[in-house]
């Protein structure tokens, strides 16, 4: 009797328990950041888009200003580790305003490249640019980096640069970015990371969360902005999880290459 009772009076909270548990998770599994912000997944990519829409009309302006130019060397080197030649057909995935496409086109000047983000403000930007470049043969495709309109193997280069830590689900990017991509095809992305010596990382953080926003308001009346910039820096997987997780998706001969102290690093891959 004794054990009958004390079955009765247990169940229940076992079963009200393990659904708290459940619905716990279920509630885990739909949050994500924006910046230093807890948003659910589903309300991610319209505080990105707003975000981007704010900046997209001093974007290259204010990377010139906030990192003194140096985002430029960065990015030509970036280009120079891809090594492109004329049969290279690549796709800038969240390429924004062509900062990427142009040095791409500007060392392999007969490849192909296809210019892809979700941001229509941005596109707009780079086909400007293109415009002025006198460049007339890029394609560009507004769409999610995490659902790309591509067949599989259509591409045998894929870049990603200052984009990819915006989006809601990393991972789909890269599973898309090895689907796309042709056998032998290589995936290379260019992201700000962690820097590790600590002298360094102080003044780092200081620049980043005192002097930054106060550029976006100046430069671009958009301190808040500037503000998620910063912060989202920060909520990206440190050099060797992101390393881990690209070859999760299935790249091999994955590595990564630290740019200014680890300010931002190079990540490699190849589909084999």
């Known amino acids: ?57 001093k974007y290259d302006l204010m990377n010139d200003v906030m990192s003194a130019g140096v985002h430029r060397l960065w990015k030509d080197h970036f280009i120079s580790t891809l090594n492109p030649t004329s049969t290279t057909k690549l796709l800038d995935s969240a390429g924004g305003t062509g900062d990427i496409a142009f040095r791409y086109k500007n060392y392999a000047k007969h490849a192909e490249v296809t210019v892809c983000d979700i941001n229509p403000n941005m596109l707009e930007v780079g086909k400007q640019r293109a415009e002025q470049l006198n460049l007339h043969d890029l394609q560009w495709v507004c769409s999610s980096a995490e659902d790309l309109p591509f067949e599989n193997n259509s591409f045998n280069a894929y870049t990603i640069s200052f984009g990819i830590r915006n989006c809601t689900n990393i991972d789909k990017v890269l599973s898309e970015a090895y689907r796309v991509l042709s056998p032998g095809g290589r995936f290379l992305c260019l992201e700000f990371s962690h820097v590790e010596s600590a002298p360094v990382k102080t003044l780092y953080d200081w620049y980043s969360f005192n002097v930054l926003p106060v550029m976006g308001e100046v430069i671009a009346q958009d301190w808040k902005s500037y503000q998620y910039l910063a912060e989202s820096i920060r909520k990206f997987p440190t050099q060797r999880h992101f390393k881990t997780m690209i070859e999760e998706v299935g790249f091999k001969a994955v590595t990564y290459e630290n740019l200014t102290f680890g300010v931002c690093a190079i990540h490699s891959g190849f589909k084999v």
């Open 1 to 57: 009797m004794n054990t009958l009772r004390r079955q009765l009076l247990t169940t229940p909270r076992r079963q009200f328990t393990t659904s708290s548990l459940i619905k716990q998770q279920q509630t885990n599994e739909e949050i994500t950041h924006f910046g230093f912000e807890d948003v659910r997944k589903a309300e991610k990519q319209g505080k990105v888009d707003e975000v981007f829409a704010s900046v997209a009309p």
